[in-house]
């Protein structure tokens, strides 16, 4: 058949060709290359069309002809390409797997830099040692440090190569594509495997003319492909190869010499003839060489390529696919073109005992094929491929046919027949023909009638188990070899038989299933898989099956044969509709046995191999089912060997046969004593370990039986373990009932490690503790619910997941779950309220808006905290108000006394004032604004991001009307600063962890003309760190054009973003605007001095903490910069300029001040600055060479910040603060503020925070003269006056300083205090202008007392604070300037921060940056830069910390109130505070742990001293998971705590009598009665509200639906109430057990589930599980008369049932060892059976061949001892009858290991009478 891909193409081909002459057909063909004129067409390799294994893959075709390429699935089109437009032919094209790489910004362009990317030599020379975190603080390492490594995140994606002339495209199934150029033409391609392409390249003849000429060795012409941007790589040749298979990754043998010499690559003259592609254990690729006729074999591996910066080119940087050579063949006289004909083929990969090997056929035409394995030791070390052996064929294709994980080999022999080669080289035939429509009736009719295939000549193309046949006369078939059995009873069933059978008998068993199933066409309905198993068997193992029953007439109507179907596999006893169903009389025509007469030794292994299969099957309940059709068949084989066996699993599953087997019908000469007598029980085994932990016993593995029988097994499934439930249980066992572990804590987390070690993921664990029987599963689970309870601090999340700890889970999970996920359910309550509806008027107004095409205005203070800050400060609307004060897109209001005596005119001129004064405060909002909104976008969308508008109209009050401001009223150059902050506001918003920020989203929103507004964007953008993934190039756009603006926003963005790095890209970007950092310092750069200034405090903040003298020495000269002492217009702010020098300065040496030569020089140049220089005598004339003025206040800030922290009190003394009057005349008073600050800096730890303290800074006589002027209104000096007002603001901003974040109590207290009697003397008037003068002082000193008030206060939002700030912000007359608005914006904001969910930190870097924010040099107007560069104002937020600590609920990830307790430690102090999140915490380096104690939620604890990952974790994230018990609501919704279901329900037992004994009580007594609407006002939990609403209902039709909702009432109840949802399952399992028929099918086993389950809660669970032992007792999942109710109630009806006289009958029968068949007087057909089985089970009675023994040996006992007299023998009876009972009693239990009881005393009397009845 050919592929519609193929038609399409053959079609496309142009039938004429041009005509012209030789000359150019040939220049034509040079051009063309190789292409071909013919479709030509490859398969996708097998291992990559998806998950092999699974039924999932699908045909992908890829073909092509010289201009298109069609990639086909199946034979439909999927995708076309064209390559019309490239002018260029198709050379070659194949499918196969690229690896690209899945960061969202990868590296765009191989020139492009990112303004962040810098060379690893530069950064080490600045990295901080890891211990110095003090220079920035937790949170700067926790999201600057970790960037993960891994750049090359990579996934491997499907993909087409196609190769055309000169350059190369990959299509990636995911929509990516490559292209790339091509040196050379490309001949042919593979694909290799993990991913990447082989390419050969076409030789050149001129090419070897000239290699032959010079006697050069040719270049290599075999290349491989794994990265479009790079070029293709030669392939390199390795001594060995390591590892490669499983997890292990590769690696080369000779790793060391390959790094120092050159890359020795396949020799040129190698030519690929194949490659494979599976993924087997080793990868193979063959070549044949020319020259010496050989056939080489290597194999390849794929090593990722070595660092890419080594200096000297080695061969591990070049190549990245590597060959080792396994075996090579010389080859003869080969047919012409017989590379075409060439087929090889990987297949059966597996351990065959002794070691794992791969075998390769290898065939040519002409000869035979070649077979070798290919070992691979521990090491993964594959040394040389072995020869084999020889085989018949013409062409071998690897398929998937007969098992599943293997690969069998399909095989054309020279005669034209197919055969498959599998279990290694065992040949199966295979016939082939033609499919004929046919009639399903007529199944068994002869075959004949379909025309075979025959003469098949070559198969090729395969695609797991579909291959295309060719046959001699050219015809082509489309054939599926899939030969898998699709019952998972079958395929297990033919694992286990290969590890007990010799290698012909496995093949045999193998193929003589395929046979008996073929017929059927593979059918796979009414269990004809297992039937053909069935015979398969018996023909092995000699046994002939005898139908005793077979009546030879077929069925004749529908209803007969539906019988005839379901007789063997079904009966519908356990449907309640269809038991009464009455079947025509049941056919016995299925029923056979076996019968040999020599007994066959493998009897023995496959019955003990098959009872095996059974009891793994007992463990999985949906499995049940598989085990009733395997029973019988386990039966009949032991019927021949151990009929003991027989009657173990007739009491498990009694309808199976009909008779039960009698010692008086037994063989004795073909029994086999290799097997025990009893089978073994797995359940009791594990009973026995769990009650008895000395008992011995390993996992279970199925290899160990073929030893126990001296057999060398096939193997022909690898030696993998097909009884996997059996052998994980056992190990879970193992851990369960560990001797060595005493505590019962340890044992529990040891099963849990288990079981997640077993399973990788916590959802697959649970599934498979849900498939478990109700009694396996209990140990298991009473383990995990221990662990749930106490669970240890180390886990993994999968672990915590497991136990059902979520909230430690995500504590510790590497990614955080995506909180306000849209499939999370909220509780109803959240959803009402905070889902408004949309009501019509709103969409009226919408769509007029839309219409006339207005964009929504952004007023630019909404904050997008879903659900954050409607917790953070509970009810109040204090955010509201402080959005409103802070917004400046909306018309503000202001009152003007009405004064009717103006005109027109002069009331125009007043509103004009009033709207002027209003406009500075609103230019000065976005200072606030930027503060309070920080960080609250968390994503940024594709659109252009919107920047609130400034609005400056005003209406006035009371007459109502706007004014706007007059045209040229407020100067352009104010609102451009403005604007700029705006800028930096909008910019702010974005949050530092927001995705989606990248170069390219930041010049989309580049404005065509640069406006302030976008420079301050991007400075925002900075501070956040988002500039680090500008592109460099982008850089130049902005900074060409010399905008003022732009140029300070860029140069301090990039500084900040890179803030401590030194990167050089910045360094160079910055030297280029500051003339102080180019060699020649004088040169006129026609840059402005205001972004010199910027230049200089960038590189302050690029180089802050590094000490790099270099850049500390040049700012220190422009402190005293020798152009700016005498004051002119091109200067203007030279101060700004020389503080921005200073405060460089400070930043590069933060707190590394030292006595060293060099710091002592700085030092003494700073005091010079400070003081002047010395007036020398001679010299008096000489002009000074700097302005002390501005030289002073900048001198003493960068010695504070150079000295930070070091406590140096000589330097300190430099900064003395005069105390006479004629000192402090000489020097103005704002100069003293900047002393007292610096001071403080260097004496850090002495500032205290009191007013004790603060009054002690002020010199004693300055102290007295203030007093005395307080006191007795004695007038002090002016100077003395301004003096102690400008101290004390001083200290209080460094009180601020030190307790920024903190919310420290007395610091509070004191600054309030000082802020209250600063406003009181503002507030006074005064005529005199001295007063006037004071005035301002205090003004400027109360800016500084409200900032550091919110610094100490910052984040926290509290309300007397805000009071204080909202009175002041309604100030806005005559005296109160810009400055004044700015630092009132800036303190609202700080109050504020982040909406509450930031605070300031304390490092050295957080504390320069705030000496720089909040400098204390305040502007007049808006436009002022003279005295201090605004810009800098915004540094506050590289001192920023999010220590807000949230609570989510993990369930519903909704932030949620709680309280935790915090320990920290304080010196050497711990205390413990007790805190409501979401909360500021403190700081980190002062945390020791945190813990939620509240019994509303779990318990949850994080120990951030000794575990670094949950550290790591909580400073990412801030966030707790906390896990709400079922029983409780959450604080939100239930603050008092009067819902929760304690108080609801009354009592906090439950009921749970129900539970014991299910009845009617009169529910409405019970208080949580109405149980559905109770939970669902209560839990918001799905499967609660679901198991209430269909089964806690009272509205039960009959008696027993009534009593059924009574008890799943009772159940809801108590697993809420105790938070065990996983027990709702087994209450109802309990139930079914309780109330299910005997004649169910699956009785007997579910009896002895509950047994096992009743045993282990009455008798281990109190010993070994609940935890008494270290005095941590706890109660079990399900109270244990729950289980022993259950149990009481079936007794009940066996009672009733064995005090049946004919019981009794059938009883003693079976206690003699007589033969029992079904009798006639009871009801329904194995009525008989079920009766016995039930009672033997329960009461642990020995089989009857065991009853005959103990019964001679009994009498016997007994004449012995009452014939003789007393010493041996005895005269009293009945102590002999005791006796002897007791005998019996402890033999018969141990004979048949019954867990728990034994054998009950009971059956035991009934067993003697029996006896004796008859003797």
């Known amino acids: 058949p050919r592929s519609a891909a193929v038609n399409l193409l053959s079609r496309q081909i142009p039938q004429d060709q041009p005509r012209g002459s030789d000359l150019l057909r040939s220049i034509r063909a040079a051009l063309n290359g190789s292409a071909p004129d013919t479709v030509a067409s490859t398969y996708a390799p097998t291992c990559f069309t998806e998950v092999v294994g699974s039924e999932s893959w699908v045909e992908q075709e890829l073909s092509w002809n010289r201009r298109c390429v069609v990639l086909s699935h199946g034979g439909v089109i999927r995708r076309k390409w064209d390559f019309l437009e490239e002018g260029q032919s198709v050379q070659y094209a194949c499918l196969g797997r690229f690896a690209h790489s899945t960061e969202a910004t990868g590296p765009v362009h191989g020139s492009a830099h990112y303004t962040s990317s810098s060379n690893k030599e530069e950064e080490e020379e600045y990295a901080h040692p890891a211990g110095d975190i003090t220079q920035f603080g937790p949170f700067h390492a926790a999201s600057h440090g970790d960037k993960p490594k891994n750049e090359l995140a990579q996934e491997v994606v499907p993909a087409a190569f196609v190769f055309l002339r000169s350059i190369g495209k990959v299509f990636l199934s995911n929509g990516v594509d490559y292209t790339f150029s091509l040196p050379f033409l490309v001949r042919k391609a593979w694909p290799l495997y993990p991913h990447g392409v082989l390419i050969q390249r076409v030789l050149e003849p001129a090419e070897v003319e000239e290699a032959r000429f010079t006697g050069d060795t040719l270049l290599p012409t075999i290349f491989s492909i794994t990265n479009p941007f790079a070029e293709p790589a030669a392939i390199g040749i390795t001594a060995g190869i390591v590892g490669g298979h499983g997890d292990t990754p590769a690696s080369l043998s000779d790793e060391d010499e390959q790094c120092s010499k050159p890359l020795a690559a396949l020799s040129a003259a190698e030519e690929v003839v194949w490659v494979s592609t599976h993924n087997s254990d080793v990868d193979v690729l063959i070549t044949f060489n020319e020259e010496i006729r050989q056939l080489a074999v290597w194999r390849y591996t794929y090593v990722k390529p070595k660092g890419v910066f080594d200096p000297i080119e080695h061969g591990r940087t070049k190549a990245s696919f590597w060959v080792q050579r396994l075996t090579e063949r010389p080859l003869t006289n080969l047919p012409d073109r017989w590379m075409e004909g060439f087929s090889a083929a990987l297949f059966d990969q597996r351990h065959d005992g002794s070691e794992l090997r791969t075998l390769l056929a290898i065939c040519i035409p002409g000869t035979q094929a070649l077979v070798y394995a290919l070992p691979v030791d521990e090491a993964g070390q594959c040394p040389h491929a072995n020869y084999l052996t020889a085989i018949d064929a013409t062409s071998v294709v690897p398929i998937r046919s007969t098992r599943a994980e293997i690969w069998d080999v399909l095989v054309i022999k020279p005669e034209g027949t197919v055969s498959i080669l599998m279990h290694g080289l065992y040949d199966l035939p295979i016939q082939l023909r033609l499919p004929v429509s046919r009639n399903v009736q007529t199944q068994d009719a002869d075959d004949s009638s379909n025309p075979e295939v025959k003469n098949i000549v070559a198969a090729k193309w395969e695609c797991v188990s579909s291959v295309t046949l060719t046959c001699s006369g050219g015809e082509n078939y489309r054939g599926r070899f899939d030969m898998l059995p699709q019952d998972s009873l079958v395929s297990q069933a033919l694992r286990v038989l290969a590890l007990v059978l010799p290698k012909q008998e496995a093949f045999d068993v193998h193929r003589k299933f395929l046979e008996a199933w073929t017929p059927h066409y593979f059918w796979t309905s009414s269990n004809a898989e297992f039937h053909a198993l069935s015979l398969a068997i018996a023909f092995v193992l000699e046994l002939k099956p005898v139908y005793p029953f077979k009546d030879g007439k077929p069925p004749s109507s529908p209803w007969d044969k539906f019988c005839h179907l379901t007789a063997n596999s079904r009966s519908f006893a356990d449907d309640p509709a269809l038991q009464r169903l009455k079947l025509p009389v049941p056919p016995t025509s299925h029923q056979y046995f076996f019968f040999t007469l020599k007994p066959n030794p493998l009897l023995a292994p496959v019955l003990y191999a098959l009872h095996m299969l059974a009891e793994d099957l007992r463990l999985t309940v949906q499995r049940y089912d598989s ?54 029980d797995m359940t009791a085994v594990l009973y026995g370990r769990l009650s008895n932990p000395d008992w011995k016993f390993l996992p279970y593995e199925s290899p160990r039986l073929a030893s126990l029988f001296d057999i060398q097994p096939s193997f022909a499934f690898g030696n993998a373990e097909p009884l996997l439930t059996l052998q994980r249980v056992t190990t879970a066992y193992l851990c369960l009932a560990g001797d060595s572990v005493a505590s019962t804590q340890r044992r529990a987390e040891l099963t849990v490690e288990t079981l997640i070690q077993t399973w990788g993921t916590a959802k697959k664990g649970l599934l498979f503790l849900d498939s478990l029987p109700l009694g396996i599963a209990a140990p298991l689970r009473e383990a995990i619910r221990t662990c749930q309870l106490s669970p240890p601090g180390n886990w993994r999340s999968e672990h915590y997941e497991l136990v059902g700890r979520r909230d430690l889970a995500f504590s510790v999970a590497k990614v955080q779950p995506v909180h306000f996920q849209q499939g999370l359910y909220q509780s109803p309550e959240t959803y009402v309220n905070s889902h408004h509806r949309v009501t019509i008027s709103s969409l009226v107004d919408q769509a007029k808006s839309a219409s006339i095409g207005e964009v929504d205005a952004v007023s630019g203070v909404e904050l997008d905290l879903n659900g954050f800050s409607k917790i953070r400060f509970g009810q109040d609307r204090r955010l509201e108000e402080v959005a409103r004060m802070l917004c400046s897109s909306s018309v503000a209001s202001a009152r003007l006394v009405e004064r009717p005596e103006l005109n027109e005119h002069d009331q125009a001129k007043e509103q004009q004032h009033q709207v002027v004064r209003l406009a500075e405060r609103t230019l000065a909002l976005p200072y606030g604004r930027a503060m309070f909104t920080f960080g609250t976008v968390q994503t940024v969308t594709r659109e252009a991001y919107v920047i609130p508008k400034m609005e400056f109209s005003v209406r006035i009050q009371p007459a109502n009307v706007i004014a706007t401001p007059e045209p040229g009223k407020i100067p352009q150059e104010c609102t451009n600063w403005g604007e700029f902050h705006n800028g930096v506001a909008a910019g702010l918003r974005i949050s530092p962890g927001a995705h989606g920020v990248e170069s390219s989203w930041i010049a989309f929103n580049k404005p065509s003309e640069l406006t302030p507004q976008h420079a301050g964007f991007l400075f925002g953008l900075g501070l956040t760190g988002h500039l680090k993934e500008m592109l460099t190039w982008h850089t130049f756009g902005y900074l060409t054009p010399k905008h003022d603006f732009t140029s300070i926003g860029v140069l301090l963005g990039l500084s900040a973003a890179n803030v401590g790095s030194g990167n050089k890209h910045v360094t160079k970007l910055l030297a280029v605007h500051t003339p102080a950092l180019l060699p020649t310092p004088t040169i006129d ?41 005498q004051p002119d217009l091109s200067n203007e702010h030279r101060e700004a300029y020389t503080y921005a020098a200073a405060i460089a300065l400070g930043m590069i040496m933060l707190g590394q001040g030292s006595s060293t030569p060099a710091d002592t020089a700085c030092l003494h140049r700073l005091r010079v600055l400070v003081h002047g220089e010395v007036k020398s005598l001679a010299g008096t004339g000489s002009r000074p060479t700097f302005d002390t003025n501005i030289t002073s206040p900048a001198a003493t800030v960068a010695l504070g910040l150079m000295y930070l922290k070091t406590g140096r009190k000589d330097v300190a003394d430099i900064l003395e603060i005069p105390s006479t009057i004629i000192e402090l005349n000489r020097i103005q008073p704002s100069f003293l503020l900047m002393r007292t600050i610096a001071r403080s800096l260097i004496m850090w730890d002495a500032i205290g925070s009191t007013e004790e303290w603060v009054l002690t800074q002020v010199p004693r006589p300055i102290m007295e003269a203030m007093q005395e002027h307080m006191l007795t209104k004695k007038v002090a000096d002016d100077a003395i006056q301004l003096a102690y007002y400008n101290i004390l603001a001083g200290c209080c901003f460094v009180v601020g300083l030190k307790y920024a974040g903190t919310a420290r109590h007395e610091a509070y207290m004191m600054l309030s205090h000082f802020f209250d009697s600063f406003s009181r003397f503002v507030a006074a008037n005064g005529v005199a202008f001295d007063h006037k003068i004071k005035r301002s002082a205090v003004r400027e000193g109360l800016n500084l007392v409200s900032i550091a008030l919110c610094m100490v206060m910052a984040g926290t939002g509290e309300i007397s604070c805000l009071r204080r700030l909202r009175y002041a912000y309604g100030m806005y007359h005559q005296a109160f300037r810009y400055g004044v608005h700015v630092a009132t914006h800036l303190s609202l904001g700080l109050l504020f921060l982040g909406a509450g969910r930031f605070t300031l930190g304390t490092s050295n870097a957080a504390i320069a940056c705030l000496v720089t924010a909040f400098f204390p040099r305040f502007h007049h107007v808006s436009s002022d830069n003279k005295s201090y560069l605004q810009a800098l104002r915004h540094l506050w937020v590289l001192a920023v910390e999010p220590r807000c600590l949230v609570a989510r609920d993990v369930n519903t990830c909704e932030a949620a109130y709680l309280p935790v307790k915090i320990t920290t430690r304080e010196g050497n102090e711990k205390g413990i505070s007790q805190l409501i999140s979401p909360t500021l915490i403190p700081d980190f380096g002062k945390l020791l742990s945190v813990r939620v104690d509240t019994p509303r939620y779990w318990p949850f604890f994080v120990d951030l001293e000794h575990s670094p990952e949950q550290k790591k974790n909580l400073l990412k994230n801030q966030t707790l998971y906390v896990k709400r018990r079922t029983a409780f609501l959450s604080y939100t919704e239930d603050p008092r705590g009067s819902r929760s279901l304690f108080v609801r329900s009354g009592s906090s037992a439950g009921d749970a009598a129900t539970l014991d004994f299910p009845q009617l009580t009169d529910a409405k007594t019970h208080p949580a009665s109405d149980l559905t609407h109770f939970i669902s006002s209560f839990s918001n939990d799905t499967l609660f509200l679901a198991f209430a609403d269909y089964f806690s209902r009272d509205d039960g039709e009959t008696h027993a639906e009534r009593i059924f909702h009574a008890y799943c009432h009772a159940v809801l109840l108590d697993s809420i109430l105790q938070d065990k949802m996983e027990t709702l399952q087994s209450h109802l399992a309990l139930y079914q057990y309780r109330i299910q028929p005997e004649s169910a099918a699956y009785f007997h086993l579910r009896l002895q589930d509950l047994r096992f389950a009743a045993d282990f809660y009455s008798k281990v669970f109190e010993r070994r599980f609940c935890g008494r032992a270290e005095h941590n007792p706890r109660p079990p999942l399900i109270r244990e008369n729950t289980v022993s109710g259950a149990l009481q109630v079936l007794d009940k009806r066996l009672g009733e049932l064995a005090a049946q006289p004919r019981f009794n009958k059938v009883f003693a029968r079976y206690a003699r060892g007589e033969t029992i068949v079904d009798a006639e007087n009871f009801d329904s057909p194995g009525e008989l059976s079920r009766s016995l089985a039930w009672y033997l089970l329960r009461n642990g009675v020995p089989s009857a061949s065991l009853l005959v023994i103990l019964r001679q040996l009994a009498s016997e006992a007994y004449k012995q001892s009452v014939s003789r007299p007393p010493p041996e023998g005895t005269a009293d009876v009945k102590g002999l009858d005791v006796g002897i009972k007791e005998v019996l009693r402890g033999t018969g239990t141990k004979m048949i290991n019954a867990f728990g009881s034994g054998w009950s005393g009971s059956s035991l009397d009934r067993v003697i009478d029996a006896w004796q009845g008859v003797s």
Do not use: F
């Not at 010199?1092 to 700012?1115: D, F, H, P, S």
């Open 627 to 680: 085990l009733l059709l395997l029973v019988p068949l386990v039966c009949q084989i032991a019927h021949i060997t151990r009929p003991e066996w027989v009657d173990y699993w007739k009491r498990l599953c009694p309808n199976i046969m009909p008779a039960w087997p009698s010692p008086s019908t037994i063989r004795a000469d073909t029994l086999d004593d290799r097997i025990p007598v009893w089978p073994p």
């Open 1085 to 1125: 750069l026609n840059v402005s001095l205001m972004t010199q200034a910027a230049g200089l405090a960038g590189v302050g903040i690029l180089y802050l903490g590094t000490k790099n003298r270099r850049m500390a020495e040049v700012c220190l000269h422009q402190i005293s910069r020798k152009d700016l002492v």
